[in-house]
């Protein structure tokens, strides 16, 4: 990502508040703001006044409306903007409270789909930082509970178990020794040094570079202020201060501030996307469980580093990461609904499956699986993540499937089967449904 270009500097005369005036009511204006767009968007949206002035128009409204917030000796602000203010509104409807959503999630099924969204966001947290495992691989790897063959794998699988820990712990504080130990989590085996798993960087050797052109984009603070930003940011997560500020919007100013302060040599991201997860399951956003944001954010990878680079850029306002992050969310709320109504589908599909005498729901999706895929290879543990059973229920169900003649038993040593389609399937399945 190479630097973005500096917007011109605000000349602080009165001769601007007149075009604002012209300008706050606008479509374009609300264009600009609603998107918070930057320097170099905004100079080829002036119609009725130049560049320069448009970017001081737009600047002077920013800075009526923002808020500050304070980490250490550095200053950052935001502004909650009409877009902003309808999307937390639309999230308090449906990822928060205690109603439940209407998104269509069965209370039979609510498992099934978090281990999927905590499944997605551990592999692509892991790739954006640079794993190259496939998709179908890591699901398998953790499906089934192998072994990781190499970084990547675990990587993923580091993140896999670090999102569960946090489902397991997202009612607790924060802390520093908790944030420490999230880093060990996700960073375990990955790293060149092993003693930076779960340690703060000691150094300030380190910067954030673009690798295409070896441009440094951003220097972290000194490695001697960390103890103290750390503190504040826990505190910040923690407690409510006297000035509201909406759990998205502090979720989202935690997840740029642990990227920001760089605390680690490495896993910075992965940390801050983790740390954003655990905030918002506290506060009570029970929908976040089933959300891959981390999925949007690798495929909008250029945007997210942007969101980053404006902020800064433009005296640390963090309107730009959080337009961002808003945006991703409502992205991610979109495709967790889109897979729930196709799962829904599946199931549909499936329910015929139910016909067979002794087959039940599981099954009955074994079938389906099976059918859609047939050179599928299917075992015991994998049956037990994927429908959170035990492993004589999955044994049984499997076994059940073979003795009917669907399945064929692989041996993979004295104690291990896979199973997969068998011969007979077809012919089975026409006895039923000629």
């Known amino acids: 990502m190479a630097m973005i270009e500096a917007p011109p500097e605000i000349k602080k005369n009165g001769d601007i508040i007149p075009i604002m005036i012209k300008l706050e009511n606008e479509a374009v204006i609300k264009d600009i703001q609603n998107n918070y767009l930057y320097w170099d968007k905004i100079k080829y949206k002036a119609k009725t006044c130049n560049a320069e002035e448009l970017w001081e128009a737009v600047k002077f409204l920013r800075y009526l409306r923002s808020s500050n917030i304070r980490f250490g000796k550095y200053k950052f602000g935001y502004v909650i903007t009409d877009y902003i203010q309808r999307a937390l509104h639309q999230f308090d409807l449906n990822i928060g409270g205690t109603l439940g959503s209407n998104i269509g999630i069965a209370e039979t099924d609510k498992t099934k789909f978090m ?17 190259s495992t496939t998709r179908k691989r890591a699901k398998e790897m953790i499906q089934q509970e192998k072994k990781p063959k190499d970084k990547s794998e675990q990587m993923i699988m580091n993140n896999y178990i670090t999102m569960r820990y946090i489902v397991q712990h997202k009612e607790e504080e924060i802390s520093p020794e908790k944030i420490l130990h999230l880093h060990q989590l996700i960073t375990n085996g990955t790293l060149d040094e092993t003693q930076d798993e779960g340690t703060y960087r000691d150094n300030n050797n380190v910067h954030v570079v673009n690798h295409l052109n070896s441009e440094i984009v951003h220097i972290p603070p000194s490695h ?66 089933y959300l891959s944001i981390s999925r949007i954010i ?3 990878k250029a945007q997210y580093e942007k969101a980053y680079l404006y902020t800064e850029i433009d005296e640390n306002d963090l309107s730009y990461f959080i337009t961002y992050h808003i945006k991703t969310m409502e992205k991610a709320y979109a495709a967790l609904k889109e897979y729930i109504s196709k799962k829904q589908r599946e199931v549909i599909q499936a329910a015929k499956f139910m016909k067979i005498p002794g087959v039940n729901e599981r099954m009955a999706q074994i079938l389906k699986i099976l059918h859609d895929d047939p050179n599928r290879v299917l075992n015991i543990k994998e049956m037990e993540n994927r429908f959170n059973i035990s492993n004589f229920t999955a044994r049984t169900d499997l076994k059940t499937l073979t003795e009917l003649g669907f399945l064929e038993i692989i041996p993979v040593n004295k104690k291990k089967q896979n199973f997969i389609k068998s011969d007979a399937f077809d012919n089975v399945l026409k006895k039923y449904f000629s």
């Not at 281990?115 to 794993?131: D, K, L, N, T």
């Not at 919007?249 to 990227?259: D, E, T």
């Open 115 to 131: 281990i999927r969204s905590i499944m997605e966001e551990a592999i692509s947290s892991s790739q954006m930082e640079g794993a």
């Open 224 to 289: 001697e202020e960390l103890n103290n930003l750390i503190k504040e940011l826990c505190e910040f997560f923690n407690t409510d201060d006297q000035n509201f500020i909406h759990p998205i919007i502090k979720g989202c100013i935690i997840h740029f501030m642990i990227a920001w302060i760089h605390p680690f040599s490495d896993g910075n991201g992965r940390t801050a996307r983790a740390l954003f997860y655990w905030y918002m399951l506290k506060k009570g956003y029970w929908l976040t469980e």
């Open 298 to 300: 690798k495929d909008t």
